[in-house]
């Protein structure tokens, strides 16, 4: 792989870790997950306006991965609420292969490769050893984190298949992002009953940064898959679990023992061997 494309992975994976430290440290992460949400709408919706529809045949997966999205945003706020960063953001990325290989496993019968079965034990093994032990995670938080993970992989997996019945590719990640920005709001005033937004808060500008980095990080990583190979830029981008725990220690002054970087690293080492197709 050449510099440029090692950087952008490894730029991906701090963004990621870094807007997931901004949602942390939020004093009420919901609204400061529902402000994220505005940086990703105000980017669909000029990209929709100028590409075609999606085909009719994607239709119900845009909406699908949409809702999928504001799922996996409330479980992720609420494994937040008890856990700290170094602990969910570790069990929420490493589950995700953990939940695809096992999935495409029960579905279609097919057997692991050595290396994912080697994966699936390593990711296991990591998120087993935050989860016990003196500076354990909550438990609240642990299945918070998994279900999150788990709604990462349907929105995934729902994406896999509606791209291949959509007629633009772009448009349909547009379509998504917009629906998900419209929903995120409703389901923040369903929930709470009024959004209120001070534009010179400092809460207003941290969440709205954090979602730009979210934005930016995707874009990083989309842009380092069309210049290089998939398998190895996956891998390196998993790496944002060792920086998660990185920022936690350094920015939200969370304990970083010796256990739980080397959990984070098991569990990194996992989802590489999960991720990596060669």
């Excluded at 009719?56 to 999928?68: D, E, G, I, R, T």
């Excluded at 996956?234 to 944002?240: K, N, Q, V």
């Excluded at 679990?241 to 739980?260: C, D, Q, S």
Aim: proline letters at 5%; hydrophobic letters at 55%.
């Amino acid at each position: 792989m050449s510099p440029v494309v090692i950087a952008l992975a490894l730029g991906a994976a701090v963004l990621h870790a870094s807007w997931n430290a901004a949602l942390r440290t939020g004093a009420d992460r919901l609204w400061s997950i529902t402000v994220m949400s505005f940086a990703t709408t105000a980017v669909a919706i000029p990209v929709a306006a100028i590409l075609p529809l999606p085909a009719p045949a994607s239709w119900p997966y845009v909406l699908l991965s949409s809702c999928l999205q504001i799922a996996y945003s409330l479980f992720l706020v609420q494994a937040y609420r008890r856990g700290e960063l170094g602990q969910v953001y570790p069990i929420v990325r490493g589950s995700v292969p953990l939940l695809v290989t096992l999935g495409a496993f029960l579905l279609t019968g097919r057997h692991p490769a050595t290396l994912s079965l080697a994966g699936v034990a390593l990711v296991a093994g990591g998120i087993l050893s935050l989860s016990l032990g003196n500076q354990r995670a909550h438990t609240e938080s642990i299945v918070m984190a998994l279900v999150t993970g788990l709604m990462i992989a349907g929105y995934t997996t729902t994406d896999a298949l509606g791209v291949r019945h959509t007629g633009n590719a772009q448009a349909y990640v547009a379509w998504i992002f917009l629906l998900y920005g419209v929903l995120m709001p409703i389901t923040f005033v369903a929930l709470r009953g009024k959004l209120t937004l001070n534009l010179r808060a400092p809460e207003t500008l941290r969440a709205l940064a954090g979602g730009v980095a979210s934005l930016v990080a995707y874009g990083a990583v989309v842009s380092a898959f069309a210049l290089g190979p998939v398998g190895p830029i996956a891998a390196l981008r998993e790496t944002s679990i060792v920086f998660a725990a990185l920022i936690g220690r350094v920015f939200l002054g969370e304990t970083l023992t010796v256990r739980r970087i080397t959990a984070c690293v098991i569990v990194t080492l996992g989802a590489l061997c999960l991720g990596y197709q060669p």
